[in-house]
């Protein structure tokens, strides 16, 4: 007699190490965040003894004090302007010359290409001297686009190169159709294009976001007033000459990377896609 029943699977030691290096990196990611969601619950003397345990008492008023001051509510509000108008124009313009590189032939393109490339080399703080320079020659200082257009400045290299990538995989034949068809560029970017590109317009657009909502340098050396800070410079509020409130600083946090988590979790299949695409080809 044969023995019947089901075969088991052969062990693949790539997929666990797989799954033990992914399950790693998540420990390093959430360990980290759960620690300062519970830090916010506790009182300062506990966060010192027990900063990564349970909360013996749950301090709700921390988190209660934040939401109910107008403080808060105010730098979540210059955090959303700057970070909308970073977002808003970093598509606009990116979007556009991300559409010239992919699809206008013109005589240069590659040059003008790797120098914007050039721009990932260089990290905002390099620049902080010139661009303080240049803001307050335009009239800029202290205002939200003073903040606003150097972030998007600096955001612009890698926006370009992943809506070009995009770009270059929509099918050459529909402009061609469209061309022979009496359709411009302009219109074809506008019609074709743009609703073609929902999920690497949503990829970039998380991105520049994120980096502008948590951008901190910048903010700093540019506003002068208090009541246009970002929310991280409202971090300041609770840090003393000798001492800080951890507890309400870390509650703090929380509520304040709260949206960010929420539109990653409201993006990321547009982020995944946006990313993916054009990565097979068969």
């Not at 301090?59 to 403080?71: H, K, T």
């Not at 914007?116 to 240049?134: E, N």
Request: proline share 5%.
């Amino acid at each position: 007699m044969s023995r019947t029943g089901t075969t088991r699977a052969p062990f693949d030691p790539a997929a666990l190490f797989k799954a033990l290096f992914l399950a790693t990196i998540a420990v390093f990611v959430l360990v980290p965040l759960l620690a300062t969601v519970l830090g916010g619950f506790k009182s300062l003397g506990e966060l010192r003894v027990n900063p990564f345990g349970l909360p013996q008492h749950w301090e709700w008023q921390n988190y209660a004090d934040i939401l109910f001051s107008a403080r808060y509510w105010q730098l979540l509000r210059n955090s959303l302007i700057i970070s909308a108008l970073a977002v808003t124009l970093t598509l606009i313009v990116a979007s556009m010359a991300a559409f010239a590189f992919a699809h206008v032939r013109f005589y240069g393109s590659s040059m003008l290409l790797s120098y914007l490339t050039l721009g990932l080399l260089f990290p905002a703080a390099t620049a902080v001297l010139p661009l303080f320079i240049k803001v307050r020659d335009l009239g800029l200082l202290d205002t939200y686009f003073g903040v606003a257009l150097p972030q998007v400045a600096f955001s612009l290299a890698m926006s370009v190169l992943l809506l070009r990538r995009f770009f270059k995989d929509i099918p050459y034949e529909l402009l061609e159709a469209a061309l022979v068809d009496g359709c411009s560029y302009i219109k074809f970017f506008r019609y074709v294009t743009l609703p073609l590109s929902r999920p690497i317009l949503a990829t970039v657009g998380t991105i520049t976001f994120v980096n502008s909502w948590n951008a901190y340098l910048l903010p700093l050396v540019m506003l002068n007033t208090d009541a246009l800070y970002p929310w991280p410079l409202g971090i300041m509020v609770y840090q003393g000459e000798y001492s800080s409130e951890w507890h309400l600083i870390l509650a703090f946090i929380t509520l304040t990377i709260l949206p960010t988590v929420i539109l990653f979790l409201l993006a990321q299949k547009h982020i995944v896609a946006g990313l993916t695409a054009g990565a097979v080809k068969g």
